[in-house]
Nanobody
Framework: VQLQASGGGLVQPGGSLRLSCVAS????????VGWFRQPPGKEREFVAA????????LYADSVEGRFTISRDNAKNTVYLQMSSLKPEDTAVYYC????????????????WGQGTQVTVSS
């Protein structure tokens, strides 16, 4: 199982950015997919997760209402649409997959993509 994250960059506060995570190597219809982030000098933290088949997503309180997780089955891709970005959203963002129900615990995920840097600054 391989995950490839992309879409990071530098954005001004209040701006938007969309991250993508392309999955390959296995059928993901029964997997959970999630996004985590690691701010500078801090621990990795949960951002959002959903089952690949697309039921009610989970969000961290800090991003609820600003971020949206979605997927495109035809492209085997999961997205994280980020809006109203704040400087505290600055982090390396990771996508992950797990052969179980969606979870906010990073220990629940078996497969990880490489990170993509998001910097929110004026």
């Amino acid at each position: 199982v391989q995950l490839q994250a992309s879409g990071g960059g530098l954005v001004q506060p209040g701006g938007s950015l969309r991250l993508s995570c392309v999955a390959s190597g296995r059928t993901f219809s029964r997997y959970a997919v999630g996004w985590f982030r690691q701010p500078p000098g801090k621990e990795r933290e949960f951002v959002a997760a959903m089952r690949w088949s697309g039921n009610t997503p989970l969000y961290a309180d800090s991003v609820e209402g600003r971020f949206t997780i979605s997927r495109d089955n035809a492209k085997n891709t999961v997205y994280l649409q980020m809006s109203s970005l704040k400087p505290e959203d600055t982090a390396v963002y990771y996508c992950a997959a797990a052969d179980r129900a969606p979870s906010a615990r990073y220990e629940s995920y078996d497969y990880w993509g490489q990170g993509t840097q998001v910097t929110v600054s004026s």
